[in-house]
């Protein structure tokens, strides 16, 4: 990757108060599902998303991509009863 992709993908990488987060090296290393669920523990009461009609607390959202997660899950298995999952 050049230098000018570089500065132009850390140059969106800024936190809301206007500063640059670099995030530590277990952070970069981690799962992004492991990653959310950390941060829904950490802040469950705060807005996640937020649209001009609605907004969803890392809870909710969590919540919500959790039914998401099990109903793929749960279609996946009714398509596949021969495979054996390991839950």
Not at 7 to 28: L, M, N, W, Y
Not at 46 to 69: H, S
Request: net charge positive; glycine share 2%.
């Amino acid at each position: 990757m050049n230098n000018l992709s570089q500065q132009a993908i850390r140059a969106k990488c800024f936190h809301p108060s206007g500063t640059f987060v670099e995030f530590k090296k277990d952070e970069v290393e981690q799962s992004i599902p492991g990653r959310f669920e950390k941060i829904v523990a950490r802040y469950p009461d705060r807005i996640a998303v937020k649209t001009k009609a609605d907004a969803l607390t890392y809870a909710e959202l969590n919540q919500a991509a959790n039914r998401v997660a099990h109903a793929i899950r749960d279609q996946s298995e009714l398509r596949r009863p021969d495979q054996t999952h390991l839950d």
